[in-house]
């Protein structure tokens, strides 16, 4: 796939229209209050433009993964208000995202109007990409733009299939991202080093395998690093490991790729039992005290993994190194994430906890592209398709 081809939205002309934008609202909620407004605040650009060339906009999104259930705890309903507030405009909101409801509130919607329909998600046709709920969402309006990057890995209904009935074209946030991202692509600056880290080995399997082949170095930390440290044959205690993904770790470190470019922690913080207030302290490798966990990399490895970021053309950057969470086990993620902002590479940073653990080091403004998309920018810098992105019409 070329990497930036696809019709953006000053292609098509829009004034008057009644426009249908897949945006991701995804955003991080406790009760109902957002935590965290990044991903609202990357789709303004698109919507601004929208509305100062008179369209009347229908704003779909999915929150969570409710599994085709309706969730009250996962209503759009806080994102409605938090957006009004940023755009300081009325945004209606419907409790539903197809139906009578929804189409009395289209035929009455006005350009330089708001709306924003329910959570996709509570249908479960959304993920099926199921056609005739993508016909009915397209049967809302005259243009569909998809700026909803963060989840353009997904072959949805609000995705891919809604793509085949509406002349459809990209918004500027997904431009913005795809332009940061191919360049690492096409042309990284070497050496490039990719830092890999979070709870779970098992989704990013294919990453690690297809990511090594493109990388100079790849730094493996957190939970994951856990697995690859159990598979090399250190007694890991009772630290978070996948069981079943240690076969598959240990036959990776025999590659002969794998033992030139992976780099493992070499020393790490353990902990009595996973509190803030649990007995910890620093160990090597080999030296997991029985009964303890691993829930942060050690000080060695910090060095160990700032030399060779310091090093670095491009960095890209997805999953914390440990428990970032408690304060007893957040510097390791928190040192990285100074290193990477330290140095002069090109650097990418994508996924929920690691762009806040940036964010709680401070240094957000010293990364060069922080992305909307943890798994969307991971699956693209490993060279999958996104059929989201590759369903929109080239130029
Ligand atoms: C994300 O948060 O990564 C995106 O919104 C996609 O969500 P999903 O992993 O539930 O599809």
Request: aromatic letters at 6%.
């Amino acid at each position: 796939m070329p990497c930036l081809d696809k019709k953006s939205v000053t292609d098509v002309e829009v004034a008057g229209k009644k426009v249908l934008v897949r945006v991701d609202f995804n955003v991080p909620l406790k009760a109902d209050k957002i935590k965290d407004d990044t991903r609202i605040l990357a789709a303004v650009p698109t919507i601004r433009y929208l509305l100062k060339h008179n369209t009347s906009l229908i704003l779909i999104s999915h929150l969570g993964r409710p599994k085709g259930q309706r969730r009250p705890d996962l209503s759009l309903a806080p994102v409605a208000k938090r957006l009004a507030e940023i755009l300081d405009i009325p945004v209606v909101f419907v409790d539903d995202c197809i139906g009578e409801k929804v189409n009395q509130a289209v035929s009455s919607l006005k350009s330089g109007e708001v709306l924003l329909l329910e959570n996709l998600r509570f249908h479960p046709e959304e993920e099926k990409n199921d056609p005739e709920f993508a016909k009915k969402l397209a049967d809302l309006a005259d243009i569909y733009v998809n700026d909803a990057f963060g989840v353009a890995h997904r072959a949805h209904a609000s995705t891919e299939g809604i793509t085949h009935f509406l002349p459809s074209v990209a918004g500027f946030l997904i431009e913005k991202e795809m332009k940061a991202l191919c360049s690492v692509i096409d042309s990284p600056r070497r050496p490039y080093v990719a830092i890999i880290g979070g709870a779970k080995v098992s989704n990013k399997i294919m990453i690690i395998e297809s990511l090594i082949k493109k990388v100079d170095k790849l730094l493996i930390g957190g939970g994951m690093g856990n697995t690859f440290l159990a598979a090399a044959g250190y007694n890991m205690q009772t630290s978070l490991i996948e069981p079943d993904k240690i076969d598959w770790a240990r036959e990776f470190l025999q590659t002969d790729i794998a033992k030139e470019r992976l780099v493992l922690p070499v020393d790490l913080v353990v902990a009595a039992f996973f509190s803030a207030d649990a007995e910890h302290r620093v160990c090597p490798v080999d030296g997991v005290p029985d009964g303890w966990q691993a829930l942060d990399i050690g000080p060695a490895t910090v060095d160990l993994f700032t030399t060779v970021v310091n090093s670095a053309g491009t960095i890209v950057w997805n999953g914390p190194l440990g428990a970032f969470e408690i304060k007893a086990y957040a510097e390791g993620t928190m040192a990285i994430a100074r290193a990477v902002a330290d140095a002069t590479a090109f650097s990418i940073i994508g996924g929920g906890d690691s762009v806040s653990a940036v964010h709680k080091a401070g240094v957000m403004d010293r990364i060069s592209h922080i992305s909307t998309g943890g798994g969307a920018s991971l699956e693209l810098l490993g060279g999958e398709i996104l059929p989201g992105i590759a369903a929109l019409p080239s130029k």
